[in-house]
C-alpha cells in the first residue's frame, strides 16, 4: 500500500502522539516518587522498579482503576453500638482470623468495584456464621453476567451489590477469575460450572447493601457485621504506596477504586483506616494499605457500603 502524502503525515503524528502518552503519562514514575518523598511527612512510596504496577503501560494502568463513582448514596448509622464501644484500634484480622481471605489481584482488569464486594460478602458469610461457613465467591459471576456494567473496564460498585442482591453469585472454584488478562468472559448457562469438574452449581445472595458514612458509622458497621466497602479518590501518588499512612501530597486525580475498609489504629498521634487494595501482596504493606482517617481524606468515609449474606 501506497501512503499519500497527508495519510503520511497521520501516521507520523499519531505515532508521537502515543510515543508521548506512553512516556510522559505514566502516573508511575522517578519524577512522581522524588516529589513525594519530598512532600509525603507520614508515608513512604515505592521505588519504580520494585511497583509491581510498573509493569503496566499507562493505558493498562488506567483501565484498572475501575470504580465509576456511586449511583445514590442513602447513609445509614449503625447502632448496635455506642460511640463509646469503639475501641482505639481494630482489625478483622485479630478478631476473626479465620475469616480473611486473601488479599486479591485484579491484574490487568480493572475489577475493583466488584471484587472488593465479592471478598466482602465472602468473608462475611464465615464472620456471620461463626467460622462455619467458608467461602471463595466468585468475581467473575459479576464481571461477565451483571450486563448494567463493563465488566474489567469497570463498573459502580453499588450496582455489584444490587447483582449479588437480585441475581447471586457463584463460588470461584464454579466460576474462576479467568479474565485477569483484561478480556471479559461469558456468563455461564444451562447452570453448569465454567471452573472445576465436581464444584456446586449454587448461587450465593446478599441483603440489599446498606450505605454508611463517616468515621463512627463506618467503625460500628465494622465491628458489628465485617468488613465495608469504600470507594474513594485516586490521585497519581497512590500508586506509588509502599507504606505508612497515605495521605493526598502530589499527582493528578486518575479516577475512583474500591478497597475494604478492614480496621483502624492511631500511630504518631495520627489516626488512620487500615484496607485491603486489588494489587497483590506485593504492593503497599503485604497488600494493604493505611490512610488518614477522620477528615474524609480522598472521599475514603463518605461512600462506604456492604450487605449481609443471605442464604439463597
Ligand atoms: C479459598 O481460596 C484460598 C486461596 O486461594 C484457598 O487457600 C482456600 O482453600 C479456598 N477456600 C475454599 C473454601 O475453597
Request: with cysteine.
Amino acid at each position: 500500500m501506497v501512503l499519500n502524502s497527508s495519510k503520511m503525515w497521520l501516521v507520523v503524528v499519531l505515532a508521537l502522539v502515543m510515543g508521548s502518552v506512553t512516556c510522559f503519562l505514566n502516573p508511575i514514575n522517578e519524577e512522581m516518587v522524588e516529589n513525594i518523598k519530598e512532600k509525603a511527612k507520614s508515608w513512604a512510596p515505592m521505588e519504580v522498579h520494585e511497583n509491581p504496577l510498573s509493569s503496566k503501560n499507562p493505558f493498562e494502568l488506567i483501565k484498572t482503576i475501575g470504580s465509576k463513582g456511586i449511583q445514590e448514596d442513602i447513609s445509614l448509622e449503625n447502632d448496635d453500638f455506642d460511640d463509646d464501644d469503639i475501641p482505639e484500634s481494630y482489625n478483622i484480622k485479630e478478631q476473626w482470623p479465620d475469616c480473611v481471605i486473601p488479599v486479591q489481584n485484579q491484574e490487568f482488569c480493572g475489577a475493583d468495584w466488584a471484587l472488593i464486594g465479592v471478598g466482602i460478602l465472602s468473608e462475611r458469610y464465615c464472620i456471620q456464621s461463626g467460622g462455619e461457613t467458608k467461602l471463595n465467591l466468585s468475581v467473575e459471576s459479576i464481571l461477565a453476567c451483571d450486563d448494567h456494567d463493563w465488566g474489567c473496564s469497570g463498573g459502580y460498585p453499588d450496582r455489584a451489590w444490587d447483582h449479588m442482591t437480585d441475581s447471586g453469585i457463584l463460588t470461584e472454584e464454579c466460576f474462576p477469575f479467568e479474565s485477569k488478562d483484561g478480556h471479559r468472559s461469558q456468563c455461564p448457562f444451562q447452570n453448569k460450572c465454567v471452573g472445576t469438574a465436581d464444584a456446586e452449581y449454587k448461587k450465593y445472595y446478599s441483603t440489599p447493601f446498606n450505605f454508611f458514612s463517616g468515621e463512627k458509622s463506618i467503625q460500628k458497621e465494622l465491628m458489628a457485621n465485617g468488613p465495608v466497602q469504600t470507594e474513594f479518590q485516586v490521585y497519581g501518588d497512590f500508586l506509588s504506596y509502599k507504606s505508612g499512612i497515605y495521605q493526598h501530597v502530589t499527582g493528578a486525580k486518575l479516577g475512583f477504586y474500591s478497597a475494604k475498609i478492614v480496621g483502624w489504629g492511631v500511630e504518631d498521634d495520627q489516626k488512620y483506616w487500615v484496607a485491603a487494595s486489588v494489587h497483590g501482596e506485593n504492593w503497599g504493606e503485604n497488600g494493604y494499605f493505611r490512610i488518614l482517617r477522620g477528615t474524609n481524606e480522598c472521599n475514603f468515609e463518605s461512600s462506604t457500603m456492604a450487605g449481609n449474606p443471605r442464604e439463597s
